[in-house]
Nanobody
Framework: QEQLVESGGGLVQAGGSLRLSCAAS????????MGWFRQAPGKEREFVAA????????LYTDSVKGRFTISRGNAKNTVYLQMNSLKPEDTAVYYC?????????????????WGQGTQVTVSS
């Protein structure tokens, strides 16, 4: 059995910050990377950030570099997304994912591992 639970979303003004959390359970996630995706209305789900199992490697989409930071908790199946300097275009439902592989340029998500999502709304 596997489970992904996101939390931390909400409403924030432009320039503000939020910290998203994802708690995963189940052996599916052992020794695998984890990542965050987001989906805005009318758009496809977009990759945001990923982190290796050990936490020694991270990957970000260009639009969030320098603003977002992905990290793992002491429990490797816990992942956070610190979002600073938020912009209205960051508004989306954010999903965490247990992946299969993380290269130096691409994150390969796990098809069976998606959370329910948490809404992030950034106002002007």
């Amino acid at each position: 059995q596997e489970q992904l639970v996101e939390s931390g979303g909400g409403l924030v003004q432009a320039g503000g910050s939020l910290r998203l959390s994802c708690a995963a359970s189940g052996r599916t996630f052992n020794n695998y990377p984890m990542g965050w995706f987001r989906q805005a209305p009318g758009k496809e789900r977009e990759f945001v950030a990923a982190i290796s199992w050990s936490g020694d490697r991270t990957l970000y989409t260009d639009s969030v570099k320098g603003r977002f930071t992905i990290s793992r908790g002491n429990a490797k199946n816990t992942v956070y997304l610190q979002m600073n300097s938020l912009k209205p275009e960051d508004t989306a439902v954010y999903y965490c994912n247990g992946g299969t592989y993380l290269s130096d340029s691409h994150y390969y998500p796990g098809a069976r591992s998606w959370g329910q999502g948490t809404q992030v709304t950034v106002s002007s």
